[in-house]
């Protein structure tokens, strides 16, 4: 199972420089993060040449409806923010399991490290995540194995356990010196993988649950933007730059509201998703006026439109206060 990271970079290593056949497992979820600047093809096509560098076939598993099920309602609890660790986990590795017949794979190695996760990599839950998996005695986790109890690839001689590691604890410093006796160089900066670990994304994350709208469509736009909640069924989501303007016309669908600026003006796109009344659409235009580069001016035409009418309308906008604004800010 590999996330991309230096540690199950490291992993995957180990065991095939040991001149065992070893396939990376990619589970893609919606909450991965992304490099900046990268997108989701880019950081996939990244990730899979990483892989085949070291010798690796590599294989990515998308992991979408299951996965908002676990947020919804994590059997084991959510860490400090919103991010279900442990139910997640498990998911990971009961797929690792249907997949194994399919991909003749004998056991299941990961770059967990003892001690390094509050929540999901302490003695107990690694017990917990592997007796709930299917996978009990398959999970080869190299970096502390001898720190942990004997796998069946280590009792089967399959693995050498001698050349495994003793790793605990939340240093990286002792990865990013094995990286550079391994001639392994091409990883990214250590930082927390999902973005559900992330307090203000968490927050966008309950907004969507608290008015039932959580759903893989919804959830792609937390990406992007600042988020404002207009009404109970309404939401407007305001680009910061001219990639996220972009990308807010990219992920528009119909029945959505797309607002901006007229070309002679500096500003961002607007998307508004729920049910627009005339005042909503009002308000809407205000807050993007907010963020127009007005020059001094008081007011600004602001162009909105239905999609997918290719029909316009124009509204002279003032801009919201930042104290209103900031009622309405997810």
């Not at 998308?62 to 959510?78: A, C, M, S, T, W």
């Not at 528009?252 to 627009?276: C, E, H, I, N, V």
């Amino acid at each position: 199972m590999v996330s991309g990271g230096l540690d199950s970079i490291l992993a995957a290593k180990l065991i095939r420089d040991q001149g065992i056949d070893v396939i990376a497992l990619h589970f893609y979820i919606p909450f991965c993060l992304k490099p900046k600047k990268t997108s989701g093809d880019n950081q996939n096509d990244a990730l899979k040449q990483r892989a085949e560098n070291l010798g690796l076939e590599y294989k990515k598993v998308r992991l979408d409806e299951e996965f908002l099920e676990i947020v919804k309602k994590p059997k084991y609890g959510y860490g400090s923010n919103i991010n279900p660790c442990i139910d997640c986990k498990i998911l990971m590795l009961r797929k690792s399991a249907e997949l194994m017949k399919q991909l003749r794979a004998e056991f299941v190695i990961t770059g967990e490290v003892l001690g390094q996760r509050p929540m999901s990599q302490h003695r107990q839950a690694l017990e917990l995540i592997e007796s709930n998996s299917g996978l009990k005695g398959l999970v080869l986790r190299p970096l502390s194995a001898r720190l942990l109890d004997d796998t069946i690839p280590e009792m089967n001689g399959w693995v050498n356990r001698g050349e495994l590691l003793a790793f605990s604890g939340r240093t990286r410093k002792p990865q990013m010196e094995l990286a550079k006796a391994l001639g392994i160089s091409d990883y990214p900066n250590p930082a927390g993988g999902c973005l559900l670990t992330d307090p203000e994304f968490s927050r966008k994350i309950q907004d969507l649950l608290k008015h039932d709208l959580f759903n893989l469509n919804n959830v792609e736009l937390l990406r992007t933007g600042r988020h404002f909640r207009i009404s109970g069924e309404s939401k407007l989501i305001v680009g910061r730059n001219e990639q996220e303007n972009a990308e807010l016309v990219r992920l528009s669908q119909p029945g959505d509201y797309l607002f901006f600026p007229d070309d002679k003006l500096a500003g961002p796109t607007s998307l508004g998703r729920g049910k627009f009344s005339e005042e909503l659409i009002m308000l809407s235009c205000n807050i993007t006026c907010h963020y127009c580069d007005l020059n001094g001016s008081k007011e600004a035409d602001i162009i909105y439109k239905s999609v997918p009418a290719q029909e316009s309308k124009i509204s002279r906008a003032s801009p919201i206060s930042e104290l209103e604004l900031k009622s309405f800010k997810i």
